[in-house]
């Protein structure tokens, strides 16, 4: 009898264990999906701020220089905490002061942007396998925001000569074709024809840095809020 007694009190602290260490485990993915999924949030706030200040690096005007520096102090909160290692991510907003301090420096931004591309879809990767197989295409979509924030920067650049340069030339011409394929939107085309005829291919560039940055951030902002609209429903789902 006392053997039966302790067999079963062994068996039920057995499940007993088991039972709290799965409650465990799955509060822990809980946890960890939670942080990944804000991370995202993050980084998806964070890119377009970084692409925006990669645009303002090269305009010297009053008004685009105040921009940038409000722009940079936005930066400097959204970079707070930013749980790189504790995620096995990045550790970029070490990156973040340096850049701050060279806001013309193109090819940095770039290799940062190119780094939050990566962490994006790391972070879309582990979520879906986790508890949101629904996210997809969250990645793809940031990538063509990168192509128009790209050619924004390269154009507000390329603005600052009289002709533009064969090295801008080239870049802005082949982010152009990635842009009209599939066909873009009517308005889109437009400003693509605009800047090609007024800016790429003309014989003397006819646009202000401002007038580029101008032209170009509304398309941006479109796709933007496209992208946070389907980030926002995917995880809703």
């Known amino acids: 009898?006392?053997?039966?007694?302790?067999?079963?009190?062994?068996?039920?602290?057995?499940?007993?264990?088991?039972?709290?260490?799965?409650?465990?485990?799955?509060?822990?993915?809980?946890?960890?999906?939670?942080?990944?999924?804000?991370?995202?949030?993050?980084?998806?706030?964070?890119?377009?701020?970084?692409?925006?200040?990669?645009?303002?690096?090269?305009?010297?005007?009053?008004?685009?220089?105040?921009?940038?520096?409000?722009?940079?102090?936005?930066?400097?909160?959204?970079?707070?905490?930013?749980?790189?290692?504790?995620?096995?991510?990045?550790?970029?907003?070490?990156?973040?002061?340096?850049?701050?301090?060279?806001?013309?420096?193109?090819?940095?931004?770039?290799?940062?942007?190119?780094?939050?591309?990566?962490?994006?879809?790391?972070?879309?990767?582990?979520?879906?396998?986790?508890?949101?197989?629904?996210?997809?295409?969250?990645?793809?979509?940031c990538h063509t925001l990168e192509d128009l924030a790209r050619l924004r920067g390269l154009a507000v650049r390329a603005a600052n000569y009289t002709r533009c340069p064969a090295g801008l030339k080239m870049q802005m011409h082949l982010l152009c074709q990635r842009l009209k394929h599939p066909a873009p939107p009517e308005p889109l085309r437009g400003l693509l024809l605009r800047l090609q005829d007024e800016l790429i291919d003309a014989p003397q560039v006819r646009l202000a840095p401002n007038d580029c940055f101008a032209l170009l951030s509304p398309p941006i902002e479109e796709h933007l809020q496209r992208l946070r609209m389907s980030f926002a429903k995917q995880i809703a789902l």
Not at 10 to 16: I, M, R
Not at 69 to 88: C, F, I, K, T, V
């Open 1 to 141: 009898m006392e053997l039966s007694i302790a067999l079963g009190l062994a068996l039920g602290l057995f499940v007993l264990g088991q039972w709290l260490t799965r409650r465990a485990a799955h509060r822990h993915r809980q946890t960890l999906n939670q942080l990944q999924c804000a991370t995202l949030q993050r980084a998806l706030e964070l890119l377009p701020a970084v692409q925006k200040h990669r645009g303002l690096g090269a305009q010297t005007d009053i008004a685009s220089v105040s921009q940038r520096n409000a722009l940079a102090r936005e930066l400097d909160l959204l970079w707070l905490n930013w749980p790189g290692e504790s995620l096995q991510l990045a550790p970029l907003h070490q990156d973040w002061p340096q850049l701050r301090r060279k806001p013309a420096d193109f090819e940095a931004h770039c290799q940062m942007i190119e780094a939050l591309l990566i962490v994006i879809e790391q972070l879309e990767d582990r979520l879906r396998l986790a508890d949101q197989p629904q996210l997809q295409g969250l990645a793809a979509a």
